[in-house]
């Protein structure tokens, strides 16, 4: 399920939609993402970690890629936890889970098999540490789950119960929420067809580009997965032959992401169809 994710960060922010340029936040909307899980948390004040945080951690991994170094990882990890320690709320967490997701990406590219695994593990803890988990939570979970499968291969078919029941989890509390559907399709994609692999994955992938990157702008929270739907849409079209729509959505994409690199790469294999 590895792809070359470090090139993806290098073009963060290429979707419309993206919240990288909102000049103002309302604390009140933090607790979107929580509305599920607890009642009004403390605000966070504007100069917070959590300020665009969903950039922050692509930069590091962008960084520590380069130096091959995890230092920035590692800072923004350290300022989450302190955070959390301060501040004990839900979306601190979906956060550490997100940036371990990262960590456990750079560790396999510097072929550190072990850390890789010791990372993901760590995400892994925090995301089911999250008190009734709301559908970004779940969405995350089934995500890192599904990544970590290459490391308890012997244990795949009980990790993909799990999978199925935290996307199922997503979708039932959020049925719009792209993540959600991006992550259930994202999991279909990666099924062997024996297992029912591929039967719904062009289902979930039209509705996850239909849908909003966030609900509501906001730097606190996630916007993640739109760029990701829209590539792996045209990747299933051309596995399947159906070059028509490969190119009818390679043009939609590249139109709403025009910087995406992971949507651009695939241009080369439409050429003559």
Same mark, same amino acid.
């Given at each position: 399920?590895?792809?070359? $994710?470090?090139?993806? =960060?290098?073009?963060? !922010? =290429? #979707?419309?939609?993206?919240?990288?340029?909102?000049?103002?936040?309302?604390?009140?909307?933090? &607790?979107?993402?929580? &509305?599920?899980?607890? /009642? &009004?948390?403390?605000?966070?004040?504007?100069?917070?970690?959590?300020?665009?945080?969903?950039?922050?951690?692509?930069?590091?991994?962008?960084?520590? $890629?380069? =130096?091959?170094?995890?230092?920035?990882?590692?800072?923004?990890?350290?300022?989450?936890?302190?955070?959390?320690?301060?501040?004990?709320?839900?979306?601190?967490?979906?956060?550490?889970?997100?940036?371990?997701?990262?960590?456990?990406?750079?560790? +396999?590219?510097?072929?550190?098999?072990?850390?890789?695994?010791?990372?993901?593990? %760590? !995400?892994?803890?925090? $995301?089911? /540490?999250?008190?009734?988990?709301?559908?970004?939570?779940?969405? +995350?979970?089934?995500? +890192?789950?599904?990544?970590?499968?290459?490391?308890? &291969?012997?244990?795949?078919?009980?990790? /993909?119960?799990?999978?199925?029941?935290?996307?199922?989890?997503?979708?039932?509390?959020?049925? =719009?929420?792209?993540?959600?559907?991006?992550?259930?399709?994202?999991?279909?994609?990666?099924?062997?067809? %024996?297992?029912?692999? !591929?039967?719904?994955?062009?289902?979930?992938? $039209?509705?996850?580009?239909?849908?909003?990157?966030?609900?509501?702008?906001?730097?606190?929270?996630? /916007?993640?997965?739109?760029?990701?739907?829209?590539?792996? +849409?045209?990747?299933?079209?051309?596995?399947?032959? %159906?070059?028509?729509?490969?190119?009818?959505?390679?043009?939609? !994409?590249?139109?709403? #992401?025009?910087?995406?690199?992971?949507?651009?790469?695939?241009?080369?294999?439409?050429?003559? %169809?």
């Amino acid at each position: 399920m590895i792809r070359l $994710l470090f090139i993806i =960060s290098l073009f963060v !922010g =290429s #979707c419309n939609g993206n919240t990288s340029n909102t000049k103002q936040i309302d604390n009140s909307q933090i &607790t979107e993402h929580q &509305t599920q899980s607890m /009642s &009004t948390p403390p605000p966070i004040p504007p100069d917070s970690l959590l300020l665009g945080i969903q950039n922050k951690v692509y930069q590091a991994f962008v960084a520590s $890629l380069l =130096s091959h170094k995890s230092d920035e990882l590692d800072k923004i990890s350290k300022g989450l936890s302190d955070l959390y320690k301060a501040k004990n709320q839900n979306i601190i967490l979906y956060w550490q889970g997100y940036l371990q997701y990262y960590a456990s990406i750079y560790y +396999l590219q510097q072929n550190n098999k072990k850390a890789a695994e010791n990372e993901a593990d %760590k !995400g892994l803890n925090w $995301l089911k /540490s999250i008190k009734n988990k709301n559908s970004e939570d779940y969405a +995350l979970l089934a995500l +890192l789950q599904s990544f970590s499968i290459q490391f308890r &291969t012997g244990d795949a078919m009980l990790i /993909s119960q799990e999978i199925n029941k935290d996307i199922e989890n997503a979708l039932a509390i959020d049925s =719009s929420n792209l993540r959600a559907n991006y992550v259930f399709a994202s999991n279909n994609f990666y099924t062997p067809k %024996k297992y029912g692999g !591929g039967k719904l994955v062009e289902k979930y992938l $039209l509705k996850a580009i239909s849908l909003p990157t966030q609900k509501t702008p906001n730097q606190y929270l996630p /916007s993640w997965g739109k760029e990701e739907s829209y590539e792996m +849409l045209i990747k299933y079209y051309i596995q399947n032959k %159906k070059w028509d729509l490969a190119k009818q959505y390679y043009e939609k !994409g590249i139109k709403e #992401c025009p910087k995406s690199y992971i949507i651009n790469q695939l241009a080369s294999q439409l050429v003559g %169809k």
